[in-house]
Every structure is written in C-alpha cells, then in structure tokens.
C-alpha cells in the first residue's frame, strides 16, 4: 500500500476478505486517516439513502454548497470536481464498504467506471482503494469484471484471518496472558478474526472470556450469526439454509446430497451461493482421490459457525457460568475433537513445514469410503496428503488434554483405514499414516508404528 501510494501512475485497488477481519483498520492505519475522500456505504440503505450519505461525505470531506445527487454519474461528477479542486499531491479515495452501494437497478458499477476510465486514468495522483466484506461482490464486479472494469484493476489485496502465530503475537500484545492451549482453544471458537479477539479481556481466562461474550444477555457476540451473514448477503436465508446442511456432516456432502437436504433443486441458484459460500471462506470444496467433479465434497470450515450450530442455535436462555460447565460434556468433546480438525486444515503449511515437505507439490483432502454391502465397515480419513514425492500421508487428528496413547483397538483401527485405503484406490504410493495432536503420542507398543507426528507447537510456526 506504501509502494500503490507513490506510484507515477493512479492506482485502482480493491481489498477485500470477510467480515471483521480487519480490513478497514489496515487501510486506515497505512494511510494514517489521512484521505482526500472517504466513504462507506450504508448497510441496507435504499438508492437515495445511498446517494444522500455520499453528499454527507464530500461535505465532511470539505466540499462547498453540496446537494444531494439524483444519480451515481452525478455523484461521481461531483466527487471529480471536488477532487480537481484540490492541491497538488497524490489524493487517497477510500471507498468502503462499495457492495452496499450497489443497490437494484442503480447503475452504481456503471458509474464507477465511467469515473475511472474517462477521467481517474488520464491523471497520475489518484489512489482510489475500495473495500468490502461481501468478498463474492468484489470478485465478481471488479476482480473478475468483463465489463468496462476490465483489466483496470491495478492491484488486488485479500486480508486473510489471523494464523496461530499471528493470533499468539496478538495476545501476547495486549497481554492476555494466554498459553498456547488457550490460544488454540479461543482459535477453535473465534478464528483468526481480528475483531473477535478484540473482545478478549485480560482479567479473564479464556472459558470466562468465551462465556461473556457469548452466553450473557448482552454479550459482543450474541448475535454476530445473523449480523455475519446478513452483511455479506442481500437474502442470506437461502445460504444459511446451506450452511447448516453442511453443519450435519464432518466430512461434507455432494451437491446431490445438499439437494436432498433443502428438498428442492436451485439450478444455477445453488452453484452461485455454493461459489460464494467458498469465495467468503465459510465452505471447501475438494475431490477425493479417484472422485470425478460431480462428487465434490462441499466443507463447512468457518470456526464461529460450528461453534454457533453446536451450542447457541435454538438456545435463548444460558445460565451463568454455561459454557464453564460445557467442558467436561460429551457434547464439548465431540465439538473440539471437529473443530481441531478445522484449524488444523487451516494450518496445512505450518503441518508440512513440521513434516518437512514445505517445498513439495501436495492435494489435500478428506477421504471417505462407503460400503457397497452390509458386511463391510465404512473408513474415513480426517486428512490426507496427496505428495508429489510418491508418498500419501493419512492423517489422523486427534484433540486431547496430555498425550495421547494408541490403544490396540485403535491400532488395528489405523491398519485396517491403510489397507481399505490402499485397497479401493490402488494407489501405487507409499502410504504412511502420521498422527496430529495437541501434546504429542504416549510411547507405547502400537506409538512407533506411527511414521510421524505434529503437535500443537508445530501449528504456531509463522
């Protein structure tokens, strides 16, 4: 963003990434609050209530005798006479929030660019940088548009979620005093969203921490589903319909197996939403090992969302202390041993790094077999590492509070996922079963015929 702001050119930069994730902070803080127009849309607002908060904008930004505008093209007009209007010097336009502009019929995409191309172009100080949580938007009417915005995008910047590492030197900055065990946990709830841990106080631990914000009457993040979703989507009900499809199966389901759930099939409806979904980081989609296209397994991968469908969906009323009183519950074990996983296959660098492939070519996937008779055992394999160096890593994670022993029954369990494995793909690579755990594997018998292992410190590599 230094480099766009001294540029010998304009620049035209879209930054984008979910909701929360620290987007406008980035922009503002590079920038030092220091632009020559600043706007964010309103969320929900109608055309003229758009264009009336845009007036309200060029007034603070300085404009005289502003009148609301009739039209995005006179909008923009305005906003390039103002511009004009000014010193020499390079000028910083801040959109934020562009998607909530674009409301029906209102020809906003269009405006934006005739401004740019009749006029920001031909000029050599403009940085216009837009900014939006409805990443599907973004991609697709200014990343991917075909139109008049075609190949006029200078620069792209999507703002990932905090990693382990990131969210460690964070609570470590604020000085929380969490251990890593902590930071994994709150991870496992919140993500590496910025905003999310902000909420975090340091007088608390980290179960007290989540029962404030979640499980009291007015806690920050009551009612954060509803809000995430609503700003990322104009009808959100038919994603949240999707959504919690996929809540009900761990290793995802087909788009058949979607249908069936909703009862109904959306055509090209449903491929739009699924995109999306995948755009904004909520699904994976992923084939399996000898899988055609059309049996994608759609991954619901979003931490906040598991958590909300496992313990505040249908629930009004929490008794104080709740989710204290969760941990020692089937239900809580269940929920971590799923939403270990989840942080794990956000983790799949820092795994390769520990494995020592960092610089190998890797698919990874989950892999599931289904048994064509009654006489056979399913197999299902949480993680698998599809190596260009001719091994297949099966990766099973398992969250625990010490170290974790392979008893004989699981051994024989491990055996027979390779064999059925090997069996049904004939793969002709080595396949090597390594486990992933919080605090590593308890020497034991059946523990050396495990060919590797990560631990929950190899997941904190930056």
Known sequence: MKEISESNRSEFVAVY???????????????????????????CGSRT?????????????GMENVETPESWPDAFYMLKNFL??????????????????????????????????????????IVLIVCGSATSWIISNIVMNYGGLHNRLTHQIYIEPFTLYECELYAKARNLGMNRRSILETYMILGGI????????????????????????????????????????RNPEMYVNIITALGTKKCGMTR???????????????????LELEQCDFIRVYNSIGKSKKDSL???????????????????NFLKNHWLSQLKKPQYRIWSGLAFERVCFQHVEQIKKALGISGVSCGVYSWIYRPKSSDEKGVQIDMLIDRDDNVINLCEMKFSDSEYSITAAYDSELRRKASVFESVTSTKKAVRTIMITSYGLKRNEWSNDIFNQVVMDDLFEG
């Open 49 to 61: 209530e758009q264009l009336k908060e845009f007036a309200n904008s060029l007034r603070s930004a």
């Open 194 to 233: 910025p905003f999310y841990w902000d909420f975090l106080r340091r007088e608390l631990s980290w179960a007290q921490n989540i029962d404030n914000m979640f499980f009291t009457k007015n806690g920050e993040m009551q009612r954060e589903f509803d809000a995430l979703y609503s700003s990322l989507f």
């Open 84 to 125: 004009s209007s000014l010193k020499e010097g390079k000028k910083i336009i801040f959109i934020d929030e562009l998607p909530w502009m674009d409301t029906p019929s209102s020809k906003f995409v269009n405006a934006l660019e005739h401004f740019w191309n009749s006029w920001a172009t031909m000029r050599k100080d």
């Open 17 to 43: 990434g979910r909701r929360r994730v620290g987007k406008t902070f980035l922009i503002r803080e590079v920038f030092e609050y220091n632009f020559a127009f600043q706007h964010t849309g309103k969320l």
């Open 256 to 274: 058949s197996e979607i249908i069936d759930y909703l009862g109904e099939n959306q055509g090209g409806k449903l491929t739009k939403i699924l």
């Open 298 to 316: 759609y991954q619901l991968i979003d931490n906040f969302t598991l958590f909300y469908f496992n313990f505040m969906q249908h629930k009004s």
